[in-house]
């Protein structure tokens, strides 16, 4: 999706478009950095109810990376209609992963895994869009990411998740033919969980994302 086609579903309403545009401003991917210009869609996300755009006002606020005279009055916004009990009481809450690898026919092989073992399934090419997806699924519980991807690579991507604090409780998977100790080391110093080197069996991927999952539940 260009620039263009965000700004058209930002001015429309669309939050995931609007919170979208406030991270490329925000972090200066493929523009030039304005935290203006992010402050103004984090603002339009806000108004309309998006704790994500919420939490970052306050936080580059408190950074003083934007002023609170670039702000306008929030608008009042009428509740969102709830949905009824019966439609939510059967619905299974399965845990969402994130899935990050530009080989299209392993990342939609190992989707279907997952998703046969009881997962919901976010797909994204590359790293920026990764960051994208994260913007609009605030409830991932699991991240996998390859390292070799085009516009942000796997530990850029993470990166930019610990500078924006975005998916902070999320558990990390790089799973990659890569496994020099180095790449390794920092990896444990973004606190990844897990590194599978490829090829990597489906089942010990559905392993290792149940082991961090159940792990994270009972610390809880």
Not at 6 to 22: I, M, N, P, R, V
Not at 40 to 47: D, G, I, K, L
Not at 138 to 166: A, C, E, H, S, Y
Request: net charge negative; charged share 25%.
């Amino acid at each position: 999706m260009t620039e263009a086609d965000l700004e058209t579903k930002a001015a429309e309403g669309d939050t995931e478009a609007q919170c979208s545009l406030a991270f490329l401003y925000e972090i200066g991917i493929e523009r030039e950095q304005d935290y203006r210009k992010a402050a103004h869609y984090w603002q339009m996300a806000a108004n309309a109810g998006r704790q994500l755009a919420i939490d970052k006002l306050e936080l580059l606020l408190a950074e003083g990376k934007i002023q609170a005279s670039w702000l306008e009055p929030a608008q009042p916004q009428a509740a969102a209609p709830r949905a009824p009990a019966e439609h939510w009481a059967g619905l299974e809450m399965a845990p969402k992963v994130l899935m990050a690898d530009d080989e299209e026919e392993f990342r939609i092989l190992m989707g279907e895994v997952l998703e046969t073992s009881g997962f919901r399934v976010v797909h994204a090419l590359n790293g920026e869009e990764a960051v994208q997806k994260v913007l609009a699924n605030p409830d991932i519980k699991l991240i996998i990411t390859d390292l070799k991807m085009p516009k942000l690579n796997g530990l850029q991507f993470v990166k930019t998740l610990r500078r924006m604090q975005l998916a902070e409780s999320a558990r990390i998977i790089v799973m990659t033919a890569f496994s020099q100790p180095a790449l390794i080391a920092e990896g444990k110093k973004l606190s990844i969980d897990a590194w599978l080197v490829k090829p990597v069996r489906p089942e010990s991927l559905v392993e290792t994302a149940k082991r961090l999952l159940e792990r994270k539940s009972n610390v809880a």
